[in-house]
């Protein structure tokens, strides 16, 4: 168990919809990341945010969004869903900015849009 | 940006070591080098990370030569449980490429 948790794991949506999927960083870990993983694919790297504010953007659209609370946990909001944004999304987390942070990963929420 | 270098996949048979070379030509003065691992439908798990010399952990090791270029990770007597996609990364946060994963390599554990 990685400590991080993301919410839903599963989501079915239909086309032009908006959805917003969650995730808990482990405790004590202050950046967030977002990646997004369709069938076959590698892990794209969508943003990252470290203590609330936005640090490292991606290739992420402008569809997309994303923010981190307060308490730490964010939000990655995906609005006109389109087909072709099924896919795993994972949110990591990691202690700080500095060299040598790992990377820890949550299992991910599948998308699927019908 | 550091780019990585791997095979694309890679067959072993249960009991033996395995040993998953990445090219990174490129490195930075400041950058590490992390090995993930990832079965299907999970997210990458942190195996392993080193900046020089030989790193060795409950799972693996890490083989990092003088020059930097390269990185091998060793899997020492795999199981079909290591059967996976791994993922070598180079990089630091202050030139971005540890978010970015490559394609990996696919490891394929056969009985």
């Known amino acids: 168990d990685s400590g991080v948790t993301q919410t839903p794991k599963h989501l079915i949506t239909a086309t032009g919809q908006r959805v917003t999927l969650r995730c808990s960083p482990r405790s004590g870990d202050l950046s967030v990341y977002w990646y997004q993983q369709s069938l076959d694919q590698g892990l794209q790297f969508l943003i990252q945010y470290y203590n609330g504010e936005e640090r490292a953007k991606g290739n992420i659209l402008e569809r997309f969004s994303a923010q981190q609370f307060p308490d730490l946990h964010s939000e990655l909001n995906l609005s006109s869903l389109e087909l072709g944004d099924s896919a795993l999304y994972f949110c990591?987390?990691?202690?700080?900015?500095?060299?040598?942070?790992?990377?820890?990963f949550g299992n991910g929420t599948r998308l699927t849009v019908t | 940006l550091a780019k990585t270098t791997q095979p694309i996949s890679m067959d072993s048979y249960e009991g033996q070591e395995v040993n998953i070379t990445c090219s990174h030509n490129n490195i930075a003065t400041n950058d590490y080098i992390t090995w993930y691992q990832q079965f299907p439908s999970q997210g990458p798990r942190f195996i392993i990370q080193g900046y020089k010399t030989k790193v060795t952990n409950e799972v693996a090791s890490l083989f990092i030569p003088a020059d930097r270029k390269s990185s091998t990770l060793s899997l020492p007597r795999v199981s079909l449980s290591d059967t996976a996609v791994y993922y070598c990364?180079?990089?630091?946060?202050?030139?971005?490429?540890?978010?970015?994963f490559g394609s990996g390599t696919k490891l394929n554990v056969k009985p």
């Open positions: 990364l180079v990089g630091d946060v202050y030139n971005f490429n540890k978010f970015y």
């Open positions: 990591a987390s990691s202690v700080e900015l500095g060299t040598g942070s790992p990377l820890h």
